[in-house]
């Protein structure tokens, strides 16, 4: 079993949608979670970073941390047919390896017009 | 830009043979991390360095080895080159050990054949 777990979609929404994103782990030493968007052979560009169990606003962007069922979710508001990229899940902490990040294997999303 | 730099970008090189790959960590960073993806194992935490000091080991091959100088930037040095390594190489950079994310370069994409 994978220590993170990540649905790799493809999903495809249309414009406008409310788009929910979705990972599970099995790690409990986990401290911090990040989201990240990838857009084709790129770099990852950090998205959100949040710290504790609850959730965390930025824009169209919330992230929500729910620690004791082991389960993080990115929502997109108003999705853009901008917002077409693979989003990872990461997330690190804890041990010996703290900067260490775990990464999800990324789901594909398309936002068509 | 996240500001982290990475030369070269592209590189096509023969089995056997050994690279060096380079990064820049955003200015005032202290923390630089080497990341690989590849299809099928997705993003996968090699190392990661502290102020020239290694922080953190990840699954990173025994032909593999990292430095990173007193001006911060880093290297990553791949030898006895495989099919297999073929893959994007990504650095990244935080201010301390995953305070606030980790900001990713554009990556190098080592193509072996």
């Known amino acids: 079993q994978k220590e993170v777990e990540q649905d790799p979609g493809p999903l495809s929404v249309p414009e406008g949608a409310i788009v929910s994103l979705n990972c599970t782990y099995s790690n409990s030493a986990f401290q911090y979670f990040m989201w990240y968007r990838q857009y084709s052979r790129k770099g990852p560009e950090l998205l959100m970073y949040?710290?504790?169990?609850g959730n965390k606003e930025d824009g169209r962007f919330t992230a929500q941390v729910d620690k004791s069922s082991k389960y993080i979710s990115l929502f997109i508001r108003d999705s853009q047919p901008s917002d077409s990229a693979t989003y990872l899940c990461a997330m690190g902490g804890g041990g010996t390896s703290y900067g260490k990040l775990t990464f999800g294997q990324g789901t594909i999303l398309t936002v068509h017009p | 830009d996240s500001g982290v730099t990475q030369t070269p970008k592209h590189l096509i090189t023969a089995t056997g043979q050994r690279v060096t790959l380079r990064c820049s960590p955003r200015s005032g960073d202290l923390s630089v991390y080497w990341y690989q993806q590849s299809l099928d194992q997705g993003l996968q935490f090699l190392i990661q360095y502290y102020n020239g000091e290694e922080r953190a080991k990840g699954n990173i091959l025994e032909r593999f080895s990292a430095q990173q100088f007193p001006d911060l930037h880093s290297e990553l040095n791949l030898s006895s080159l495989e099919l297999g390594d073929s893959a994007l190489y990504f650095c990244?950079?935080?201010?301390?050990?995953?305070?606030?994310?980790?900001?990713f370069g554009p990556g190098t994409r080592l193509t072996v054949t």
């Open positions: 990244a950079s935080s201010a301390e050990p995953t305070t606030g994310g980790q900001y």
């Open positions: 949040t710290y504790s169990s």
